[in-house]
């Protein structure tokens, strides 16, 4: 099983709301990643877990938060968003986070903030 | 920072022509890797690739670490190879490239 799950695969919210995105995977990889891409651009790192805690944030913003309840699942909290803030959001995964590591993707979640 | 940079931006092609992409980066890297992003947004490992030539099938790759650039090539290429590819390398963190935009037509 190479797969990376993420729900859901659409979300539309208003900037008052509060909505969770879902990551899963259960290749036994103990690093998981949260990639924000806009339009026609190319992915860009947010944060980083590792063995469950986190490693990287790449100055994201406090209205984005992260949190990996455990080494299948990362999830990603949304609160008070900005319409700028609508874009693709990639989950990913990897054996470790060692930059040397292979990354599986999962489909994405296409936020839009109205 | 590393700057990954990928030609060409467009690329348009019947169905069957084979066809070369490029990223140049401009520091020594730890990693490569070459995806292929379908219209409906999954991101698809196609190689990991730091140094040396890998196939796989119709598409192979070849990354020239002293000369800090990898190729992708796609032959015989089909409907179902178009999307965008984006090749990310690695020092201390995986950084994309601007990506090339394939379409192929019947």
């Known amino acids: 099983d190479t797969e990376v799950t993420q729900t859901p695969k659409h979300l539309v919210m208003g900037m008052t709301n509060k909505k969770s995105l879902k990551c899963e995977q259960h290749m036994g990889h103990r690093a998981m990643y949260w990639y924000k891409q806009k339009a026609k651009k190319p992915p860009e790192l947010m944060f980083v877990?590792?063995?469950?805690?986190?490693?990287i944030n790449e100055s994201v913003p406090s209205r984005f938060s992260p949190e990996c309840p455990n080494s299948s699942l990362l999830n990603l909290h949304l609160h008070a968003l900005q319409p700028e803030d609508s874009a693709l959001y990639l989950c990913?995964?990897?054996?470790?986070?060692?930059?040397?590591?292979?990354?599986?993707f999962g489909s994405g979640t296409q936020l839009s903030v109205l | 920072g590393i700057q990954v940079e990928q030609s060409p931006p467009d690329l348009i092609l019947q169905e069957g022509a084979n066809s070369t992409l490029r990223c140049n980066f401009s520091?020594?890297?730890?990693?490569l890797q070459w995806f292929h992003q379908n219209p409906w947004g999954q991101l698809i490992n196609l190689f990991y690739?730091?140094?040396g030539t890998k196939q796989n099938g119709r598409l192979s790759a070849t990354t020239v670490a002293t000369e800090r650039y990898s190729l992708l090539y796609i032959s015989s290429s089909q409907t179902t190879d178009s999307g965008v590819y984006f090749c990310?390398?690695?020092?201390?963190?995986?950084?994309f490239g601007t990506g090339t935009r394939l379409q192929v037509f019947p």
């Open positions: 520091d020594s890297v730890n990693n």
């Open positions: 877990y590792s063995y469950e805690k986190l490693s």
């Open positions: 690739i730091p140094s």
């Open positions: 990310a390398v690695a020092t201390d963190k995986l950084i």
């Open positions: 990913a995964s990897s054996s470790t986070d060692r930059v040397n590591e292979k990354l599986f």
